[in-house]
C-alpha cells in the first residue's frame, strides 16, 4: 500500500477555485493509477478525476471543463485543480492509488485512500 494525505480543501464561493494535493508516500508512485474521489453526504462516492502511469485522464461529466487532473511523480504528488466551483461539487475529496497501470473506475482495485478533505461550495 501507499500512505496518502490530502491537502488543500476549504470553504469557498460559487465561482472560486481550489487546488487540492494528495502527497504519496510508499511504494513507487510514478507506476500508480490515481484518482480523486469524492462523497457528499448522503449520497454514494463517485470518481470525479482519474490518472494513470503514462496521464492519461477520465473526468466525469459534470467536472469536464471545470477541473484538472496532474501528477508530479518527482515530487510523489497528486493534483486537482478545481475552477468554476458549483455548490454541488460540495463533498470530502479523496485520493486514492491503484497499482492497476490503466484507468479504472472500480473503486476495489483502489487499495491506498487518503483520510479525505472536505471542500464546501456556498451560493
Known amino acids: 500500500q501507499v500512505q496518502l494525505v490530502e491537502f488543500g480543501g476549504g470553504s469557498v464561493q460559487v465561482g472560486d477555485s481550489l487546488r487540492l494535493s494528495c502527497a504519496a508516500s510508499?511504494?513507487?508512485?510514478?507506476?500508480?493509477?490515481m484518482a480523486w474521489v469524492r462523497q457528499a453526504p448522503g449520497k454514494e462516492r463517485e470518481f470525479v478525476a482519474v490518472?494513470?502511469?503514462?496521464?492519461?485522464?477520465y473526468y466525469r461529466d459534470s467536472v469536464k471543463g471545470r477541473f484538472t487532473i496532474s501528477r508530479d511523480n518527482a515530487k510523489n504528488t497528486l493534483y486537482l485543480q478545481m475552477n468554476s466551483l458549483k455548490p454541488e461539487d460540495t463533498a470530502v475529496y479523496y485520493c486514492?492509488?491503484?497499482?492497476?497501470?490503466?484507468?479504472?473506475?472500480?473503486?476495489?482495485?483502489?487499495?491506498?485512500w487518503g483520510q479525505g478533505t472536505q471542500v464546501t461550495v456556498s451560493s
Open positions: 486514492a492509488a491503484s497499482v492497476r497501470p490503466y484507468i479504472t473506475l472500480i473503486f476495489v482495485d483502489f487499495d491506498s
Open positions: 510508499g511504494r513507487s508512485f510514478n507506476t500508480d493509477t
Open positions: 490518472i494513470d502511469q503514462n496521464s492519461e485522464t
